[in-house]
């Protein structure tokens, strides 16, 4: 599958606990922003996004937090699942159609 | 409703040999990106294409490029393939562009030897 990078940090959790995954972006003026989650061999897949005039964002268990102050970004995962073994990239844009990504993070869910 | 399609999912190349890929967008959605995604760059903006034009062109030289149909379907060119150039290709679609979420294909594995 595809590698995104040779020295991707990485989250290992057990199954069933919670995962936090965490993004530093660039650009204080950033809009928008998205969590992807990218398995082996396949396209990334859109998780869930947030806008600046938010600070939290719930999908299903997952909850995107934004700090604007500290240009910080987190995906949570509650109970996470083997399923949930990915690289996950979080995105920023800024009024146009490019996506700057993140260097992504590997979670590693063992049971 | 159908999801982002590229073709072909694999390639392999020889040096100085050119390259099409095609992006089919999810249905009704007009813009379309792409992205190359190699281990050591990971996910980088090529271009957006928006009702046949381009209007954003990321940092790569002018052997990338690309164009797009009537019908939004979108076809990017790699011309004097070099071995950097071995990557995965992402094309992504949303709606009408702007800050909206982009869906992405599977990607087509290009292998330049």
């Known amino acids: 599958g595809e590698s995104v990078g040779l020295h991707l940090p990485t989250l290992s959790v057990q199954e069933g606990d919670n995962s936090i995954i965490n993004c530093a972006y660039s650009n204080s003026a950033s809009d928008y922003f998205i969590w992807y989650k990218q398995e082996s061999g396949k396209g990334p897949q859109f998780i869930i996004d947030?806008?600046?005039?938010?600070d939290k964002r719930q999908g299903q268990r997952v909850t995107v937090l934004l700090n604007k102050t500290v240009k910080h970004l987190s995906l949570q995962i509650a109970a996470t699942q083997p399923g949930d073994s990915a690289v996950y990239f979080c995105a920023e844009n800024y009024n146009t159609d490019k996506l700057i990504f993140g260097t992504g993070t590997r979670l590693q869910v063992f049971p | 409703k159908a999801g982002v399609t590229q073709t072909p999912r694999y390639l392999i190349k020889t040096r100085g040999q050119q390259v099409t890929l095609s992006c089919s967008p999810i249905?009704?959605?007009?813009?379309v990106s792409w992205y190359q995604q190699t281990p050591g760059q990971g996910l980088q903006f090529l271009f957006e294409y928006f009702s046949e034009t381009q209007r954003n062109k990321g940092n790569f030289p002018g052997r990338f490029s690309g164009r797009q149909f009537s019908n939004s379907r979108s076809e990017m060119n790699v011309s004097t393939l070099e071995l950097g150039d071995s990557a995965l290709y992402l094309c992504?679609?949303?709606?009408?562009?702007?800050?909206?979420?982009?869906?992405f294909g599977p990607g087509t594995r290009l292998l330049v030897l």
């Open positions: 947030i806008r600046s005039n938010m």
């Open positions: 249905s009704g959605h007009r813009s």
């Open positions: 992504a679609s949303s709606p009408v562009g702007g800050t909206q979420t982009q869906y």
